[in-house]
T-cell receptor
Framework: SQQGEEDPQALSIQEGENATMNCSYKTSINNLQWYRQNSGRGLVHLILIRSNEREKHSGRLRVTLDTSKKSSSLLITASRAADTASYFCATDDSSYKLIFGSGTRLLVRP | SQTIHQWPATLVQPVGSPLSLECTVEGTSNPNLYWYRQAAGRGLQLLFYSVGIGQISSEVPQNLSASRPQDRQFILSSKKLLLSDSGFYLC????????FGSGTRLTVV
């Protein structure tokens, strides 16, 4: 079953612009994680935000979490062509299962 | 250092043939291990997870099975592949976040 749903499904921006992706989920969570996947490759862990945290930064990444709305956002600032990839949110509940959303395909045009 | 290995990278198998995909983890003990499948252009679907040797939890009914014969080894199997088993299979190890293997692209023909 899929827990998270990303929005938008696809995003195309110009290099240097910011990219914002949203994720909604349905059940209570321990934490929410964001992953990146280059075409046809494995997933790379980007950032984890715990359920008692509201915002977290890592380099050009900024993640927010609103547990009352069961939603999260990933902001990539000053995007680069190399940021082109699919981005997935995933929720981790007390059963230790990581459930993924359907992903956002980001294209950064040089 | 902690690493995860998954092989083969690519596999083409005829319908009805058996399957065995292997995943091993190095540099840790008693890891939680996971098998996911990703259909083309889609998110990841959790297939199996294991919290210890011989302990397997199945998330969806399917033509596949998993086994954990050793602490750091997780195997995905099938006795007879179906066309619908085609996809990208990923093994993962849980720690702070999750570390994924590089994946196996399985095409059943």
């Amino acid at each position: 079953s899929q827990q998270g749903e990303e929005d938008p499904q696809a995003l195309s921006i110009q290099e240097g612009e910011n990219a914002t992706m949203n994720c909604s989920y349905k059940t209570s969570i321990n934490n929410l994680q964001w992953y990146r996947q280059n075409s046809g490759r494995g997933l790379v862990h980007l950032i984890l935000i715990r359920s008692n945290e509201r915002e977290k930064h890592s380099g050009r990444l900024r993640v927010t979490l609103d547990t009352s709305k069961k939603s999260s956002s990933l902001l990539i600032t000053a995007s680069r062509a190399a940021d082109t990839a699919s981005y997935f949110c995933a929720t981790d509940d007390s059963s230790y299962k990581l459930i993924f959303g359907s992903g956002t395909r980001l294209l950064v045009r040089p | 250092s902690q690493t995860i290995h998954q092989w083969p990278a690519t596999l083409v198998q005829p319908v009805g043939s058996p399957l065995s995909l292997e995943c091993t983890v190095e540099g840790t003990s008693n890891p939680n291990l996971y098998w996911y499948r990703q259909a083309a252009g889609r998110g990841l679907q959790l297939l199996f997870y294991s919290v210890g040797i011989g302990q397997i939890s199945s998330e969806v009914p399917q033509n596949l099975s998993a086994s954990r014969p050793q602490d750091r080894q997780f195997i995905l199997s099938s006795k007879k592949l179906l066309l619908s088993d085609s996809g990208f299979y990923l093994c993962a190890w849980r720690h702070y976040g999750y570390t994924f293997g590089s994946g196996t692209r399985l095409t059943v023909v």
